[in-house]
């Protein structure tokens, strides 16, 4: 007979935080417009929030928002010196570091500083034959085994090593982009309305890296 055991576990409280827009337009510019402005804008707002999203999840504390990436305590650094890298022994070194503390990396994050100067990296001094694919490092191309993203919101010279199995996207509610020709009825006015409720979660930060020069 299997002895039972009772686990041990602890609780991660994550609370989803609103995220709005608002636009208002004139009617005429609603009805005489083609494509639709208000639905041009709608997508706009939508994007604007995929934006500030993002921005909050590589940003630090965030004033009635979720805290991001820069905000946790006890994360893993590796120093990659200047952004002029010229090998990937330092993701090799994020990899074993997170290895370390119970994490296994599944995506690098980049800045595109961060991408552009591997893109540029060279087998050796004086050579034209770059370290990687000819193509450069973008969306989808493996660092030391481990597939990239590369976006504008992670700030200039870091990269960051994430276990996407650690990091937890509570969505309350998706994007939602709704108008209201009543909400500014005394200007003959139609206003266009996006809203999201979303947080983030990070079960182990220890498992977290982030390479960046550090000095």
Do not use: C, M
């Amino acid at each position: 007979q299997i002895s039972l055991t009772d686990p041990t576990t602890d609780e991660l409280v994550v609370t989803p935080k609103a995220v709005k827009g608002l636009t208002q337009i004139s009617n005429e510019a609603a009805a005489d417009t083609n494509p639709a402005v208000s639905e041009e804008i709608g997508r706009g707002l939508a994007r604007n929030i995929a934006k500030k999203i993002d921005a909050a999840f590589f940003g630090n504390t965030v004033t009635n928002g979720p805290s991001g990436l820069l905000s946790l305590a006890g994360i893993n650094v590796v120093d990659t010196g200047t952004v002029t890298l010229d090998s990937l022994d330092a993701f090799h070194d994020a990899k074993a570091a997170a290895l370390a503390d119970g994490a296994e990396i599944s995506v690098w994050i980049l800045a595109p500083d961060v991408a552009t100067a591997l893109s540029k990296a060279k087998t050796a001094t004086d050579s034209n034959v770059g370290l990687l694919d000819a193509n450069g490092v973008g969306d989808g191309v493996s660092l030391a085994g481990v597939p990239v993203l590369v976006s504008t919101d992670v700030a200039a010279g870091n990269a960051w090593g994430l276990d996407g199995s650690q990091v937890k996207i509570v969505q309350r509610t998706g994007t939602k982009v709704v108008r209201s020709t009543d909400a500014a009825f005394d200007y003959d006015a139609v206003q266009v309305r996006a809203t999201a409720r979303v947080s983030f979660g990070f079960v182990n930060p220890a498992g977290v890296v982030r390479l960046y020069d550090s000095a």
